[in-house]
């Protein structure tokens, strides 16, 4: 059978998602022994979104085969008894065998979190960006809707990524004041590597008056990654929700999560 679950860690002690060397902690292989006890053999598992190291997941969904007949509640349990602390099951499903956890999800949802106040936080500093100059949300939040819509995305992606094309389609964007800081959510029907920490980057350039709020759009039109300025750091960002068709029975959303105390 094939089997679904929802996947929630904290991206600080893992280089990513993706199986690496032997040695390298990764989501991965940490998931994969632990599944692999309870199914009694070895598992491989499908993400819907391989993220980088300090990228925090809540609503990672992946999947995987076996011949071992669990039930849901087992899968998580079982898994979760054999999991460490930063790294948790938060539901399973069997699914049908035309399920895949990336080629099927039709829309992925991040949050970047930016914690904007003068002095650090001990207690954030793992789970958001730390920026001491004033950002001006709104001005982030117009600028962003230059984003909106079906773009090259060539200025917004990583030298090294390997997709095969820079084309997303971004379905809604949002910067919006949290108490002590911002919190941007953007959906797109993918994303670019290091698209949303780029996008993060660009904004709060403007945030924090650097830069006027056309010149999102002018990063977009010019496909040039060069022009785009700094990538933001990882810490800020999380994987929060994949969304799949509504035949394979699985999960809306990812669990609430708190935004700087809302």
Do not use: K
Request: proline residues 5%; glycine residues 8%; contains cysteine.
């Amino acid at each position: 059978m094939r089997v679904a679950v929802g996947v929630q860690y904290d991206g600080s002690g893992f280089q990513g998602w993706q199986a690496q060397r032997p040695g390298v902690r990764t989501v991965q292989t940490v998931l994969e022994q632990a599944l692999a006890r309870v199914a009694d053999h070895p598992v491989r598992l499908i993400c819907a979104g391989r993220t980088d190291a300090g990228v925090h997941g809540v609503g990672q969904v992946a999947h995987f085969d076996t011949a071992a007949a669990r039930s849901a509640r087992s899968w998580v349990l079982g898994g979760n008894a054999h999991l460490p602390m930063d790294l948790s099951l938060s539901w399973a499903r069997e699914v049908s065998d035309d399920f895949h956890a990336r080629f099927s999800a039709l829309a992925r949802r991040y949050r970047y979190l930016m914690l904007n106040q003068t002095h650090p936080s001990a207690l954030w500093r793992r789970r958001a960006t730390w920026c001491y100059r004033p950002l001006d949300a709104e001005r982030m939040d117009e600028a962003g809707q230059a984003l909106i819509g079906e773009h090259d995305f060539s200025a917004f992606r990583a030298a090294e990524c390997q997709a095969r094309h820079p084309v997303r389609e971004i379905r809604a964007l949002t910067v919006r004041r949290r108490g002590s800081g911002l919190v941007l959510e953007v959906e797109a029907n993918a994303f670019l590597h290091h698209m949303v920490r780029n996008i993060a980057g660009v904004l709060m350039a403007i945030g924090a008056g650097d830069r006027p709020a056309e010149w999102a759009r002018e990063v977009l039109e010019q496909r040039d990654r060069r022009r785009a300025g700094v990538t933001a750091p990882a810490e800020g960002l999380y994987l929060l929700a994949v969304r799949y068709p509504n035949q394979f029975g699985l999960p809306a959303g990812a669990e609430p999560m708190p935004a700087f105390g809302v």
